[in-house]
């Protein structure tokens, strides 16, 4: 299911690149869409933060990164936006199911295995598992789902959720919430997640349900920031959300 999104015009400022990668695990090849701020360091390691859906999102959060770096609330980072966008439904997606082929799994191999240590040594990324990742809708889906893996290989610790698709197979993402609670006591990242007061009752109930799902686990170095986007959509609330979402991940 491929929607349409609205974007705000942003200016982007530095330079960019591409190249494209192929995965055995997937076999598959991704067209990766690169973007390097104005406080890009080529000499020191840098933050690397991910986006999906690269073809309709790269230029979207390049120009909220490009005002960030500019305006200094964001530190020297490299983005990223992995494309082959037609393929969001096998990719995004946990369970084989109405819409979805159910290959989160082996996409989440795909970039933890691949993709990263392509990145580490084409870049100057810091190897720490301290990486971000942003998603919309399927997009945010698959954030949950790579929130919810294993923390001590999660390459990830910060995650942006924008109008997630919380009702995919029946909201299946809750079992692998519930799943990651009964293995682990804590969820050491920071998290923000947003939906607009436009969507619908069953995407703002789900909304909530997560959001009350997470505070009430009470883990240790759990960082939480939900908003409610008023007055806006499915589309019109993700560039809203990826600009307050990249503020609260990499806030002090």
């Known amino acids: 299911m491929l929607l349409s999104c609205e974007k705000e015009n942003l200016q982007i400022i530095g330079e960019t690149d591409e190249f494209t990668i192929k995965s055995l695990i997937i076999n598959d090849d991704y067209p990766i869409f690169v973007y390097f701020p104005s406080n ?6 840098n933050q690397l933060i991910i986006g999906l859906d690269g073809e309709f999102r790269f230029d979207e959060i390049a120009g909220i990164i490009s005002e960030k770096s500019q305006n200094g609330t964001l530190p020297p980072s490299l ?3 992995i494309g082959n966008s037609e393929e969001r439904n096998r ?18 191999a795909f970039i933890k295995d691949e993709l990263i240590p392509e990145l580490e040594s084409k870049y100057q990324i810091d190897t720490a598992n301290n990486k971000t990742l942003i998603g919309n809708s399927f997009g945010g889906l698959f954030t949950h789902f790579a929130m919810f893996q294993n923390r001590d290989e999660n390459p990830f610790n910060k995650f942006v959720s924008v109008g997630c698709s919380f009702w995919f197979d029946s909201g299946v993402i809750f079992e692998y919430e519930e799943d990651y609670s009964h293995l682990h006591t804590d969820l050491e990242v920071k998290y923000f997640s947003g939906m607009g007061t436009l969507e619908g009752g ?31 959509g499915h589309s019109g609330a993700t560039t809203i959300g990826f600009k307050n979402g990249l503020d609260y991940v990499f806030s002090n």
Request: hydrophobic content about 30%; aromatic content about 18%; proline content about 5%.
């Open 40 to 45: 890009y360091d080529p000499d020191a390691p």
């Open 79 to 81: 983005f990223i936006a």
């Open 91 to 108: 990719d995004y997606t946990p369970t084989i199911y109405e819409y979805g082929e159910g290959g989160a799994e082996d996409f989440y």
């Open 202 to 232: 069953v995407s703002l109930a789900s909304f909530e349900e997560m959001t009350e799902r997470l505070k009430n686990r009470s883990y240790s170095h759990f960082q939480i920031m939900t908003e409610l986007i008023k007055k806006h």
